[in-house]
Nanobody, 118 residues
Framework: QVQLVESGGGLVQAGGSLRLSCAASGLIVSRETMGWFRRAPGKEREFIASIIWPAGTYYADSVKGRFTISRDNARNTVSLQMNILKPEDTAVYYC????????????WGQGTQVTVST
């Protein structure tokens, strides 16, 4: 059974940094496409970043140059380093997995709240 558990959210001032972590079980992150999404109040869920098997990363234009996705194979975790945070980054952030060959991400965590104050 796949389980994804996010952590690391919180309240931060604009310009600050946060690091989100996603602990995975029931899968091996190094062999999967893992991604981060977010949903702001009143908005649709938005793709943020992904890291693919065997290598490669993709970012939404809105976070490119500020956010970095990475994985720790030994800990079986995926992280999202977020720098130069802006109030518009405020959202619930979700970790997700896309199984090899799948079209869409099919496993999701419960989310972690990130709030960026002015």
């Amino acid at each position: 059974q796949v389980q994804l558990v996010e952590s690391g959210g919180g309240l931060v001032q604009a310009g600050g940094s946060l690091r989100l972590s996603c602990a995975a079980s029931g899968l091996i992150v190094s062999r999967e496409t893992m991604g981060w999404f977010r949903r702001a109040p009143g908005k649709e869920r938005e793709f943020i970043a992904s890291i693919i098997w065997p290598a490669g990363t993709y970012y939404a234009d809105s976070v490119k140059g500020r956010f970095t996705i990475s994985r720790d194979n030994a800990r079986n975790t995926v992280s999202l380093q977020m720098n130069i945070l802006k109030p518009e980054d405020t959202a619930v952030y979700y970790c997700a997995r896309k199984e090899l060959g799948a079209v869409e991400f099919d496993s999701w965590g419960q989310g972690t709240q990130v709030t960026v104050s002015t």
